[in-house]
């Protein structure tokens, strides 16, 4: 469970869903920028940030509309199948993981899980490997490719190299742990 005071956990939940409203309503005609009139006819349609959608579905006022890069025959789905490593995820969502997450738990369905999980552990190494390889002519390219989750991941793995080659090109082999610089008090 993220934090309440998290920055990403609040970006991801800004990102829009697709929702159909169930019952008309007067007064939020701001949701729907279609219309100019102050209100919101039953089955329309409308994109709303995902932190709105889970108040208003769980009052059973929107349904919702999986959003197209968790489809299940949506083309996101195939791209992954087919080579992981290339898709372009930060332009469906720069929060694609945590979004899909959250919409998941919220309808419940079984299918976006294990497509999560196929996509990050597919991407995985190769995120790693690139974090150890690319120059830095080839990095922002590349980052542009990859969500928020896979930069840090990426940012990680940058810095544990650095630290490996520093340790090995003669740094501090050994470090005596802060606890055991402490001397017990005699009782």
Known sequence: MASYYDIGDILAEEE?????????ANGVGLLDSSDDAD??????????????????????LVSIRVPPCFDRE???REEIAADAAHVDLR??????????????????DRTIGPFLLVAFQTRYRDVLVKAHALTLT??????????NEEIKLYEAGQSSIA??????MGGPRFQ??????????LT
Do not use: H, N
């Open 39 to 60: 209100k919101v006819e039953a089955g329309s349609r409308a994109e709303l940030p995902f932190w709105l959608v889970r108040e208003l579905y769980l009052r059973q």
């Open 91 to 108: 332009s469906r969502s720069p929060y694609f993981y945590e979004l899909g997450c959250k919409i998941a738990l919220l309808i419940r």
């Open 74 to 76: 949506s083309k996101t």
């Open 163 to 168: 630290a490996f080659k520093k340790w090995r």
């Open 176 to 185: 005596v742990a802060p606890v055991l610089g402490r001397k017990r008090k």
């Open 16 to 24: 829009l869903v697709p929702t159909v409203f169930q019952y008309g």
């Open 138 to 147: 080839m990095t922002p390219k590349y980052l542009t490719l990859l969500t």
